[in-house]
């Protein structure tokens, strides 16, 4: 990509997680134990998940490989530790020759590096449906900036949707129909398995 295509993409992706951490920002104490979009998952797990992929991200961008980095680990603040866990992969990211490398993502491809800007790319779109997971779990939802919200939107039409979708651990459900004319965020949602509508 051109220098200057690679630097927007880091600003859409930095905007993505601060808009993750707004949300989070909103959860009380006593919403931890509240059920989120992700299937058998509290807010607490939703939160401690998050944490656990951003330090994970951040890793790889400083160049480790090491799985122990996307570990989650249980958490007495997971507000205040997601918040922090946003600061070191917004780091991670920042540096000026993170786009020259290729990452190592054990989750994703464990044999062999990925390019930065796919990498950063898969954190962005994760970042907007985890922000509205959290969100919807509380009752809220979020708003995108346009272009942020183009950028994931692009991402989810690239995710594969096969059977691999419906394996244990995978990362999205299988993909619900998108009728015309959806709003850009319902769109993210519908290729990535998530109905608008949750709880309903």
């Known amino acids: ?39 058998g998952w509290r807010l607490r797990d ?31 603040d997971p507000v205040a530790d997601y918040r922090a866990s946003a600061d070191d992969v917004l780091a991670g990211f920042a540096a000026e020759d993170v786009f020259e490398r290729a990452l190592l993502l ?8 990925i390019p930065a800007e796919l990498a950063i790319g898969f954190h962005l779109v994760d970042s907007v449906v985890h922000a509205w997971d959290v969100a919807r779990s509380i009752g809220e939802t979020i708003t995108l900036d346009p272009d942020v919200g183009e950028a994931a939107l692009n991402i989810a039409l690239a995710v594969p949707d096969g ?35 949750w709880p309903n």
């Open 46 to 76: 939703l939160l401690e998940h998050m944490t656990a992929q951003n330090h994970g991200f951040a890793a790889a961008a400083r160049g480790s490989g090491d799985p122990d980095a996307w570990a989650v680990r249980a958490s007495g």
């Open 106 to 113: 054990p989750e994703v491809l464990p044999d062999r590096g």
């Open 1 to 39: 990509m051109p220098t200057k295509t690679l630097e927007v993409l880091r600003d859409q992706h930095a905007r993505s997680v601060r808009s993750s951490v707004d949300a989070v920002a909103r959860v009380r104490p006593d919403q931890l134990e509240c059920e989120t979009p992700c299937a």
């Open 163 to 197: 059977p691999e979708r419906t394996a244990p651990g995978a990362a999205f459900a299988p993909a619900l129909s998108v009728p015309g004319q959806t709003p850009t965020l319902d769109r993210i949602l519908l290729l990535l398995g998530r109905s608008p509508n």
